[in-house]
């Protein structure tokens, strides 16, 4: 028995490898092993190809259009809200970056340094970039002069480089990574509060209107803050896989602490000096790895119709006695009408067979499958076929781009609705700190009261601290639920002032 047993064993590894080297399909389950399997997915669906250099990822084309379809949502908002794209170099002197002490202390960890030119020792080394706010503010303070120069808003699309971590991720640590970085300057705190709150909802919107993610949107504790900022706020996602939370983008109000730094000054109405109000704000290709995480199954990868590279694809269906030549100039016409009507739509005219075309593109995550095959043209009809729960329906050709436009858009609900089912099953109120371990323990999204004191939030991080990471704030969420009088903090035992998310993080 134990003979036969191995044997068994032996040939399901032999499957395996083989199914792993011609990279047919996925050889790993998302519950079982969601390590493996996000990685394997990643390169499988054609999202990234890894480098020589860790924590450095290829991105592919299919990679590039989810980004630049984010891009275009984001770029257009900002400048309704009159900010303007600018650029400016990847290099810090160390000078510069050490000007402002605790945002430097927050990062030295991370800053990768160019120290030769050639051969030759540099004079003087250069700090990578980790983020901009000690590049653009000397000349913040250059271009600023009177209250007419206000307010002035900038962003930039550039990749950042952070490198000191032990366990890189695609999308989620990287040590090089695509991102926006908007920095703003303003007369008065008002106007930079408002902004933070309008850029986060923007941040809201990539997340749940893209990309069908659900986020809780809240401010950072004081120990999880921007370093040298006033204060953060964020949009906070949730993998119930991993039982972790991970932070979708941030946007910062910097308050007057860089202003002071850089001499960022200006004179007002009254003709007397005064210091701008700052902001900082920022989201990364890391969304595209939380949406990975989200809606990706044991097929391979799952892409809300918003920002798939290709929605819709057109498969022919052969077999014998069909009619190819009509077959195919079916496939090119509905290709042609779809695109016609504003969808992203392509046929596979390779010559895998269609099984295998099949399982390619359910791995590559285009959200519908058409097949046209000899009984589809004898019936002037398509079949789509659903991404996300492999429904199938045969639809008169006439309209098909009404239910392909219905379809789409049903999936994006459907996916959304899932993702946020699957997400408030983890949640759990607690009140105590045996309530909090137990809630820990399990993986969950933990909500609950606090004192809002940093003493109290260092020792939760300590005495939860293990080899899955110790707990965090993950953010007070705005929309607070009611805090009955008497109510005591779950780690102190002080009055609470504040419901506050906690977990483990990404």
Same mark, same amino acid.
């Given at each position: ?213 659900? +986020? ?77 995480? +989200? ?160 003493? +109290? ?50």
């Amino acid at each position: 028995m134990a003979t036969a047993n191995a044997s068994t064993h032996s040939k399901n590894a032999r499957m395996k490898e083989v199914k792993k080297k011609t990279r047919l399909g996925m050889t790993f389950k998302k519950d079982a092993s969601f390590g493996e399997w996000y990685s394997e997915v990643v390169v499988k669906s054609e999202l990234i190809e890894y480098y020589d250099i860790s924590g450095c990822y290829n991105l592919r084309p299919q990679t590039m259009a989810i980004w630049e379809t984010m891009w275009e949502f984001f770029d257009a908002e900002i400048k309704k809200m009159k900010i303007k794209n600018a650029y400016f170099p990847m290099f810090i002197t160390e000078d510069v970056l050490q000007k402002e002490k605790d945002h430097v202390e927050g990062f030295a960890p991370e800053v990768a340094w160019v120290t030769k030119s050639g051969q030759n020792d540099l004079e003087v080394p250069i700090a990578i970039r980790p983020t901009s706010e000690t590049v653009m503010y000397p000349y913040f303070a250059k271009w600023i002069r009177c209250h007419q120069d206000l307010p002035l808003k900038l962003n930039q699309w550039c990749s950042v480089v952070r490198w000191e971590f032990s366990h890189p991720t695609p999308f989620i640590r990287c040590r090089e990574f695509l991102w926006q970085e908007g920095h703003t300057a303003f007369a008065t705190k008002e106007e930079a509060d408002n902004e933070v709150l309008e850029i986060l909802e923007l941040y809201r919107r990539i997340y749940e209107e893209y990309l069908a993610i659900p +986020v809780v949107k809240g401010r950072k504790s004081e120990f999880e803050k921007f370093a040298g900022g006033l204060y953060t706020t964020s949009v906070e996602a949730f993998i119930p896989n991993t039982g972790r939370g991970i932070q979708g983008a941030t946007s910062h109000c910097l308050g007057q602490n860089f202003a002071k730094m850089f001499e960022i000054d200006f004179d007002d109405e009254k003709g007397e000096k005064a210091l701008v109000w700052q902001n900082s704000w920022a989201y990364s290709i890391r969304t595209i790895g939380v949406m990975v995480m +989200v809606h990706g199954d044991d097929k391979g990868l799952v892409i809300p119709p918003k920002v798939a590279a290709v929605q819709i694809i057109i498969i022919p269906v052969p077999y014998n006695d069909a009619d190819m030549e009509a077959i195919f100039a079916a496939c090119s016409s509905a290709v042609q009408t779809l695109q016609a009507a504003g969808f992203r739509a392509e046929h596979d005219f390779g010559k895998k067979n269609p099984g295998a075309k099949y399982n390619n593109w359910e791995m590559k995550g285009v959200p519908l499958r058409i097949e046209i095959g000899q009984d589809e043209i004898d019936g002037n009809q398509v079949r789509i076929v659903r991404r996300d729960n492999g429904s199938k329906v045969n639809v008169p050709t006439e309209n098909m781009v009404e239910h392909v436009r219905d379809s789409l858009s049903n999936i994006h609900e459907s996916l959304f609705t899932a993702a946020k089912v699957k997400r408030d099953a983890c949640k759990k109120v607690v009140y105590t700190w045996e309530e909090f371990m137990t809630a820990l323990n399990e993986k969950k999204l933990i909500l609950a009261p606090w004192c809002d004191e940093e003493e +109290v939030e260092k020792d939760v991080r300590t005495r939860t601290k293990g080899e899955l990471g110790a707990a965090k704030t993950l953010c007070t969420p705005f929309d607070q639920p009611s805090l009955p009088e008497g109510t005591l903090c779950f780690a102190s035992g002080k009055p609470a002032k504040m419901w506050t998310y906690w977990g483990r993080s990404y």
